[in-house]
């Protein structure tokens, strides 16, 4: 089997390192002309750190990155504590692998190399004109057609693949928020002379700050040598625009009437972008014959829980299992066990399509459940202020990841459902009881 990956993003990436240990050809095509990952801090959830044990990456993931001790949620006029979640070894504990917080850039080179090493074909400044559904093919913009037997669209919510899917146009639309991301180092932040800041800069800890109609995320990155920003507030892009230079006074500004230690953090950004938070409204189908969508491309989510890139990784690995056991028991002659009676290129195409389908049967639910939950997680952490805020702070001084820091039970019910559920041996067994359809 050879598959053609569209899309050289964490998720793409992820889905080359499954397909590869299965023994299957990889070709990988990225638009840009040289190998790069924009965006600044990203955490990784357990469910996205068991994918990276699986593929033996968790140790020089913990080497870059930092895995989290604690989780503070503040009050954005006055800093005060709401609640302070002990995560470190009690979340790996729970859900078989650390809360871990890296720079992207990091993230994405290790995805890459591992890639690579696996034996993944690169191509760079390959832009994407056309794909064939009906006998897999992608159409490059120079005129070149690249075969395969399976491609998969991970390349983002403005996603070309998924347009040929759907055969219209499905862009995706704004929520109404913006996001600023910054990163700054330690001697920017030690240089104000700030006892609270420098206190803050001790903790290996994800801080937000929740207020009406916004909130912010402060974290450290590269073993505390950097620390990353991350400021969502209502919208003022244009409609024509996804991503562009912001304004630091602007920035600054929206953020005048909060917490002083917050404003010395935003004192001291010198550089910002500020991104458009959209989604798309959830698809009729991810797959159309051999060809199918994983992560933004099909499911983008707001970013709330910490989940948007973690749930496009476990699309890849999904990807990668359910074709590695096709092979394995009804592709490959070489293996005893396979089915010989499945020969002919029509039958195996029949068969890969199946399988893309029983992949989307696997992960639709899942991801529109984190898609819905990150909404509500909005609504609840921009509540403007009065009753419904008292009562959400409240209730959040007893909130916990796990069961053991929880005292309310549905947080950590709730968390576990994502975090703990192992979706590899959901596949599994998913793909046995399709087996038995046939």
């Known amino acids: 089997m050879k598959v053609v990956i569209v899309g050289g993003g964490l998720g793409g990436l992820a889905c080359a390192i499954a397909c590869r240990r299965e023994g299957i050809d990889v070709e990988i095509l990225e638009r840009s002309p040289e190998v790069h990952e924009v965006g600044a801090g990203i955490q990784i959830p357990p469910n996205g750190g068991r994918i990276m044990c699986d593929f033996g990456l968790l140790p020089q993931l913990l080497e870059q990155g930092s895995q989290v001790q604690q989780v503070d949620f503040r009050r954005y006029k006055d800093g005060r504590l709401l609640r302070s979640m002990p995560f470190g070894d009690d979340i790996t504990e729970e859900f078989g692998a650390p809360w871990i917080i890296i720079h992207r850039v990091d993230y994405h080179r290790i995805l890459l190399d591992e890639a690579i090493r696996l034996g993944a074909v690169l191509q760079l400044g390959a832009e994407v004109e056309n794909i064939y559904t009906e006998q897999p093919a992608v159409l490059l913009a120079g005129g070149r057609r690249i075969s395969a037997d399976i491609v998969i669209g991970a390349d983002g919510q403005m996603s070309t693949v998924r347009r040929a899917i759907l055969e219209s146009p499905h862009s995706p639309v704004p929520t109404g928020d913006m996001a600023y991301r910054a990163t700054f180092s330690r001697e920017q932040l030690e240089s104000l002379g700030d006892e609270r800041v420098n206190k803050l800069c001790q903790k290996i800890a994800v801080t937000s700050w929740l207020g009406p109609e916004k909130h912010t995320i402060f974290y ?4 505390g040598n950097e620390f990353n920003l991350v400021l969502v507030r209502p919208d003022t892009l244009s409609l024509d625009s996804r991503r562009e230079q912001g304004d630091i006074e602007e920035m600054r500004e929206s953020y005048a009437n909060w917490d002083e230690t917050l404003q010395k953090l935003v004192s001291c950004v010198p550089s ?12 009729e189908s991810w797959t159309k014959g051999s060809v199918a969508l994983l992560g933004d491309a099909c499911h983008p989510t707001l970013p709330y829980q910490a989940q948007g890139a973690a749930m496009a990784v476990e699309d890849g690995a999904v990807i990668g299992k359910l074709l590695g056991l096709l092979q394995v028991h009804y592709l490959d002659p070489r293996n005893s066990g396979s089915d010989p009676s499945i020969s002919t290129r029509s039958s195996a195409q029949d068969l890969t399509a199946a399988v893309l389908t029983l992949y989307e049967k696997c992960r639709k639910a899942r991801t529109a459940r984190n898609v819905q939950g990150a909404i509500m997680n909005r609504k609840l952490f921009h509540i403007p202020d009065g009753f419904l805020q008292m009562i959400r702070d409240f209730l959040l001084g007893y909130a916990g990841v ?5 005292w309310t039970w549905l947080s950590s019910f709730r968390q576990g459902q994502t975090l703990g559920l192992d979706v590899l041996e ?13």
């Open 220 to 223: 450290p990155l590269r073993g």
């Open 272 to 283: 910002v972008y500020k991104w458009k938070l959209t989604h798309l409204s959830e698809l």
């Open 402 to 406: 796990t069961r053991k820091s929880d």
């Open 426 to 438: 959901d596949c599994q067994k998913a793909f046995e009881e399709w087996r038995l359809t046939l």
